[in-house]
């Protein structure tokens, strides 16, 4: 059975400190890997990865994807309180673009 | 520019009613998906349909039925409401695969659904 785990389920950390979130994943078919932020309504697009060791960055967050090893990692640097939410991590594979999602770390930074 | 909107934003049925969740998109994107979201069990998805006319089953779609008369509106329904269907509801759209690069799905911001 395909299956995306995402670790650790909720963390807490203080305003400036990096984070690192966790994605595994045993699926058939793979090709590719997204990363989505989700605040109090719908999920927004963050990162798509396909290729292993490729970091994608976009100001203080970056992601990585290691294909043998069957994981992807999700780095927040210098944090804020905006960055407060529940990140999604999903699959993609298989016929019509569907993506598979994990359950979540939920991330709470305070001041 | 609307992306994807979906309606109502929040409903609450009695056991056995019917309704029907709509979903429009206005960026011409072939595919669209229903997807629901309970406490710590992610997102999940219940159909998708890859153009006018065409539906598919995705993981739990016991209890709901789908149509995609136009490419633009995705309906979710559901026939005969059940309190496990207490849910979020969520709609996205999004290319066909080789077109995803940097995109994504785009998603619609939800449907708040309490079955009583």
């Known amino acids: 059975e395909d299956k995306v785990v995402q670790s650790p389920l909720s963390l807490v950390v203080h305003e400036g400190d990096t984070v690192t979130l966790n994605c595994s994943y045993e699926v058939t078919n793979f090709r590719s890997l997204l990363w989505y932020k989700q605040e109090k309504k719908a999920p927004t697009f963050l990162f798509m990865l396909t290729s292993s060791g490729i970091e994608k960055k976009s100001g203080r967050l970056s992601s990585i994807l290691d294909k043998k090893e069957l994981f992807s990692i999700l780095n927040i640097t210098a944090t804020q309180t905006g960055d407060s939410a529940v990140y999604l991590c999903?699959?993609?594979?298989?016929?019509?673009?569907?993506?598979?999602f994990g359950t979540g770390t939920r991330l709470q930074v305070t001041l | 520019n609307a992306g994807v909107t979906q309606t109502p934003k929040f409903r609450v049925l009695k056991t056995g009613q019917s309704m029907t969740l709509l979903c429009a998109q206005d960026m011409n994107h072939e595919y669209m998906y229903w997807y629901r979201q309970d406490p710590g069990m992610g997102l999940r998805l219940i159909h998708y349909?890859?153009?006018?006319?065409?539906?598919a089953k995705g993981e739990v779609p016991d209890g709901y039925n789908v149509s995609r008369l136009k490419k633009q509106n995705f309906l979710l329904g559901l026939e005969s409401a059940a309190p496990s269907q207490t849910s979020v509801y969520f709609c996205?759209?999004?290319?066909?695969?080789?077109?995803?690069?940097?995109?994504?799905?785009?998603f619609g911001s939800g449907t708040r659904l309490t079955v009583v």
């Open positions: 349909s890859v153009g006018e006319g065409t539906t």
């Open positions: 999903a699959w993609a594979g298989g016929t019509a673009s569907k993506l598979t």
């Open positions: 996205a759209s999004s290319y066909p695969y080789d077109s995803l690069v940097d995109i994504g799905y785009t």
